[in-house]
Antibody
Framework: EVQLVESGGGLVQPGRSLRLSCAGS????????MHWVRQAPGKGLEWVAG????????AYAVSVSGRFTISRDNAKNSLDLQMNSLRTDDTALYYC?????????????????WGQGTLVTVSS | QSVLTQPPSVSAAPGQKVTISCSGG????????VSWYQQLPGTAPKLLIY???KRPSGIPDRFSGSKSGTSATLHIIGLQTGDEADYYC???????????FGGGTKVTVL
């Protein structure tokens, strides 16, 4: 059974940094691209960033480009999201999502498994 | 403002059917597969439909998807109270080099 467990969320002041992690199990981690998707309180889903199987391709939403960095460690079956210069509108539940493909830039991606999310609150 | 447009809400009585539209453009729906996600209250999203119409194992055939041009549609027949949820369409956008979601549609069973 695929399991994705996020961690690292919490309360942080505007302008500060936070690093989220996602531990994957139950599947061959380096066979799939991975993504972060967030959901602000009472709002819809917003894709944040994606990384292909070997970290050769990364992509970001315009709203986080230049501030967030997605990375993965296939040896540890882990996915990270480094979030810098946080703003109040980054407040959201952050989900780790497994892609169904190796490389989303050359295939037709979709998210076939999701974690339960980790809450990030940016407030002074 | 989402790149993909969905109606904010739809409703119907138990046993009836609902359709949820997802409208996009040539750089997203028009040139890629669409997937749909169901988010029950207080839970993480779950894959409902992928590659426009395919269902993952365990998803009942009451749920179906279709695509035509730059629009996609999710169909739910035999509506049940347990279907009350938010539904999101999504696809890759080649112009943006980003994944895009619709704004979500809340399904209410009357």
């Amino acid at each position: 059974e695929v399991q994705l467990v996020e961690s690292g969320g919490g309360l942080v002041q505007p302008g500060r940094s936070l690093r989220l992690s996602c531990a994957g199990s139950g599947f061959t981690f380096d066979d799939y691209a991975m993504h972060w998707v967030r959901q602000a309180p009472g709002k819809g889903l917003e894709w944040v960033a994606g990384i292909n199987w070997n970290s050769g391709v990364t992509a970001y939403a315009v709203s986080v480009s230049g501030r967030f960095t997605i990375s993965r460690d296939n040896a540890k079956n882990s996915l990270d999201l480094q979030m810098n210069s946080l703003r109040t509108d980054d407040t959201a539940l952050y989900y780790c999502a497994k892609d169904a493909v190796l490389d989303f830039s050359n295939n037709y991606p979709f998210f076939d498994s999701w974690g339960q999310g980790t809450l990030v609150t940016v407030s002074s | 403002q989402s790149v993909l447009t969905q109606p904010p809400s739809v409703s119907a009585a138990p046993g009836q059917k609902v359709t949820i539209s997802c409208s996009g453009g040539s750089s997203n729906i028009g040139s890629n597969y669409v997937s749909w996600y169901q988010q029950l209250p207080g839970t993480a999203p779950k894959l409902l439909i992928y590659d426009n119409y395919k269902r993952p194992s365990g998803i009942p055939d009451r749920f179906s998807g279709s695509k035509s041009g730059t629009s996609a549609t999710l169909h739910i027949i035999g509506l049940q109270t347990g279907d009350e949820a938010d539904y999101y369409c999504g696809t890759w956008d080649y112009s943006l080099s980003a994944w895009v979601f619709g704004g979500g549609t809340k399904v209410t069973v009357l």
